[in-house]
């Protein structure tokens, strides 16, 4: 028998999806992450923006054109959001939610709508199945900050933590050259009275690079920064969500920072880490954003000098409370995300040019063409000419696609 887990989304997602794979091969299924044809099909949604629950509805109909008469199970946030608009549709058997993914192991047989609402203990999945060259390892789930654009919180509950000893023993025995460690919000990762830092002190000696996934401002401590300088191998890239620049504009987002509170984080981080990548996420078009504001958030990320930014316009999500307030039109949004990512790109290649002719660790990922490409310690998207295994030392050379060309470090060089 054949199974086929598809995910849509974060990677908190593609953790799940991958422990949902182990657990099928344990069952003697041939497993596919492909929408290849199959006999069962799992489907892990996703409900951040309208596009993304479209996508989500979408993958149906591409599943069905693969195998007519396979069975489809639907899990993940935009199941959770409308799970009637998903169980109504041809050959779906079970719709499940966003939560407790781990049960649907038990439930493949199963029919109908099987939404769980527990929110209070931490799901402990089996350790997943990847199919990329970094490991994602999921710490966190949950939210309790509910930013006024954000359906999130509604649909995956309240954040709760794996142990120190679970999430840590993972990350000691990956096999992986580099560890993400991942969630919905891990700045609130908790284990009784340990936090973050004690994770991070926990992995220290791992064999692996350690990287942090998304953080929030109020995390960013002398205590973490300690922390992280004790890893033997961690990644110096820290993604410190922003959305806005403008304090009017994050007042009415409930972000619960102002835009020089997050300046001050920004500053203790180069302290400790003067070469770090600050890379964010910026949300473009939010309801009752002025130009003036606009103007603000765009002379603030020039400010903090992001290596790299996600920015986006802004997605209406019926629930939110931000969903109350009126739209400004798709073309202030479109024209204020272009203006954005002109922004970003610039940014972006002013930060990779700090490193041309200097040493950076490559953790290769994919090969395209005659390049080996992955990223650096600092998230620059590196691309060496030739076969690279694993981990290597390589310089820097000059601006290539969306990073830099770089060549293989001569033995001995100690360029840094």
Same mark, same amino acid.
């Given at each position: 028998?054949?199974? %086929?887990?598809?995910t849509?989304?974060? #990677?908190?997602?593609?953790?799940?999806?991958?422990?949902?794979?182990?657990?099928?091969?344990?069952?003697?299924?041939?497993?596919?992450d492909e929408?290849?044809?199959?006999?069962?099909?799992?489907?892990?949604?996703?409900?951040?923006t309208?596009?993304?629950?479209?996508?989500?509805r979408?993958?149906?109909?591409? %599943?069905?054109?693969?195998?007519?008469?396979?069975?489809?199970?639907?899990?993940?946030?935009?199941?959770?959001? !409308?799970?009637?608009?998903?169980? +109504?549709?041809?050959?779906?058997?079970?719709?499940?939610g966003?939560?407790? +993914?781990?049960?649907?192991?038990?439930?493949?047989?199963?029919?109908?709508?099987?939404?769980?609402?527990?929110?209070?203990?931490?799901?402990?999945?089996?350790?997943?199945?990847s $199919?990329?060259a970094?490991?994602?390892? +999921?710490?966190?789930?949950?939210c309790?900050?509910?930013?006024?654009?954000?359906?999130?919180?509604?649909?995956?509950?309240?954040?709760?933590?794996?142990?120190?000893?679970?999430?840590?023993?993972e990350?000691?025995?990956?096999?992986?050259?580099?560890? %993400?460690l991942?969630?919905?919000?891990?700045?609130?990762?908790?284990?009784?009275?340990?936090?973050?830092?004690?994770?991070l002190?926990?992995?220290?000696?791992?064999?692996?690079?350690?990287?942090?996934g998304?953080?929030?401002?109020?995390?960013?401590?002398?205590?973490?920064?300690?922390?992280?300088?004790?890893?033997?191998?961690?990644?110096?890239?820290?993604?410190?969500?922003?959305?806005?620049?403008?304090?009017?504009?994050?007042? +009415?987002?409930?972000?619960?920072?102002?835009?020089?509170?997050?300046?001050?984080?920004?500053?203790?981080?180069?302290?400790?880490?003067?070469?770090?990548?600050?890379?964010?996420?910026?949300?473009?078009? $939010?309801?009752?954003?002025?130009?003036?504001? $606009?103007?603000?958030?765009?002379?603030?990320?020039?400010?903090?000098?992001?290596?790299?930014?996600?920015?986006?316009?802004?997605?209406?999500?019926?629930? !939110? =409370?931000?969903?109350?307030?009126?739209?400004?039109?798709?073309?202030?949004?479109?024209?204020?995300?272009?203006e954005?990512?002109?922004?970003?790109?610039?940014?972006?290649?002013?930060?990779?040019?700090?490193?041309?002719?200097?040493?950076?660790?490559?953790?290769?990922?994919?090969? #395209?063409?005659?390049? !080996?490409?992955?990223?650096?310690? =600092?998230?620059?998207?590196?691309?060496?000419?030739g076969?690279?295994?694993?981990?290597?030392?390589?310089?820097?050379?000059?601006?290539?696609?969306?990073?830099?060309?770089?060549?293989?470090?001569a033995?001995?060089? !100690?360029?840094?």
């Amino acid at each position: 028998m054949k199974a %086929v887990v598809f995910t849509l989304g974060c #990677k908190v997602n593609d953790c799940e999806s991958g422990s949902l794979i182990r657990g099928l091969q344990e069952r003697g299924w041939e497993v596919s992450d492909e929408l290849v044809p199959a006999d069962l099909y799992i489907l892990n949604t996703c409900a951040v923006t309208g596009e993304a629950e479209k996508k989500s509805r979408q993958a149906i109909a591409r %599943v069905r054109a693969v195998a007519p008469q396979a069975r489809i199970i639907v899990c993940g946030c935009a199941a959770e959001k !409308t799970p009637e608009l998903f169980s +109504k549709k041809q050959n779906v058997r079970l719709v499940t939610g966003a939560r407790q +993914k781990s049960k649907i192991l038990a439930l493949l047989d199963e029919e109908g709508v099987r939404l769980d609402e527990e929110d209070k203990k931490y799901d402990e999945m089996l350790p997943p199945v990847s $199919f990329k060259a970094r490991a994602f390892i +999921k710490i966190q789930d949950g939210c309790n900050n509910f930013c006024s654009y954000c359906i999130i919180p509604y649909l995956r509950g309240r954040s709760r933590s794996r142990t120190v000893e679970s999430a840590a023993a993972e990350i000691l025995s990956v096999s992986a050259e580099e560890a %993400v460690l991942t969630g919905i919000d891990i700045s609130s990762y908790r284990d009784g009275e340990r936090d973050l830092a004690d994770l991070l002190l926990a992995v220290k000696d791992a064999p692996c690079r350690v990287r942090l996934g998304s953080l929030e401002v109020g995390v960013i401590t002398p205590r973490l920064l300690d922390a992280a300088k004790c890893v033997r191998d961690f990644a110096p890239h820290f993604h410190l969500s922003l959305q806005s620049g403008s304090d009017g504009v994050l007042k +009415k987002m409930n972000r619960h920072y102002t835009a020089e509170e997050y300046l001050q984080k920004v500053e203790l981080i180069r302290l400790y880490f003067p070469d770090a990548a600050i890379t964010t996420d910026v949300i473009t078009g $939010f309801p009752t954003e002025t130009e003036e504001q $606009f103007a603000e958030t765009c002379a603030f990320v020039r400010k903090v000098g992001f290596s790299q930014i996600h920015c986006f316009s802004y997605s209406r999500r019926t629930g !939110t =409370n931000a969903a109350k307030l009126a739209e400004l039109p798709a073309e202030v949004k479109s024209r204020r995300l272009h203006e954005m990512l002109a922004v970003a790109a610039q940014l972006r290649a002013d930060y990779e040019k700090q490193f041309i002719g200097r040493t950076l660790e490559l953790v290769p990922e994919e090969r #395209k063409g005659e390049y !080996t490409v992955g990223y650096s310690q =600092n998230y620059i998207r590196l691309y060496v000419r030739g076969e690279i295994a694993k981990k290597a030392r390589v310089v820097a050379a000059q601006p290539f696609e969306d990073g830099l060309l770089a060549v293989q470090e001569a033995k001995g060089e !100690t360029n840094g």
